[in-house]
């Protein structure tokens, strides 16, 4: 499964983007996703994740409020809706598929089987 992460751009602080994860096949529907960011010079860090049939959603308490992940398996395309964007949220932004929504939650980077390229969120003060 290929995953490409698309929906990036510069945005003032408080506004709004929506990220898209597009997968290459309709297997993507068996897979939990999560997105991960990664800021200049800092480590990854865990976002969210959606479980295969979007019934189950986690957010880290960074974007707990203001971001909203979602998925439409029709489309093979996970969202993320990202509003009240801050500064500190400036980083690149990956989707990954895992085949549970387990391996999101216990940060397993072993069971995430497939990881799209970044798109880049730039929010400006």
């Known amino acids: 499964v290929q995953l490409q992460a698309s929906g990036g751009g510069l945005v003032q602080a408080g506004g709004s983007l929506r990220l898209s994860c597009a997968a290459s096949e309709s297997s993507f529907s068996n897979y939990a996703v999560g997105w991960f960011r990664q800021a200049p010079g800092k480590e990854r860090e865990y976002v969210a994740a959606?479980?295969?049939?979007?019934?189950?959603?986690d957010y880290a308490d960074s974007v707990k409020g203001r971001f909203t992940i979602s998925r439409d398996n029709a489309k093979n395309t996970v969202y993320l809706q990202m509003n009240s964007l801050k500064p500190e949220d400036t980083a690149v932004y990956y989707c990954?598929?895992?085949?549970?929504?387990?391996?999101?939650?216990?940060?397993?980077?072993?069971?995430?089987?497939?990881w799209g390229k970044g798109t880049l969120v730039t929010v400006s003060s």
């Open positions: 959606v479980s295969w049939g979007g019934g189950s959603a």
């Open positions: 990954a598929a895992g085949s549970t929504m387990g391996v999101f939650l216990k940060l397993d980077y072993s069971g995430m089987d497939y």
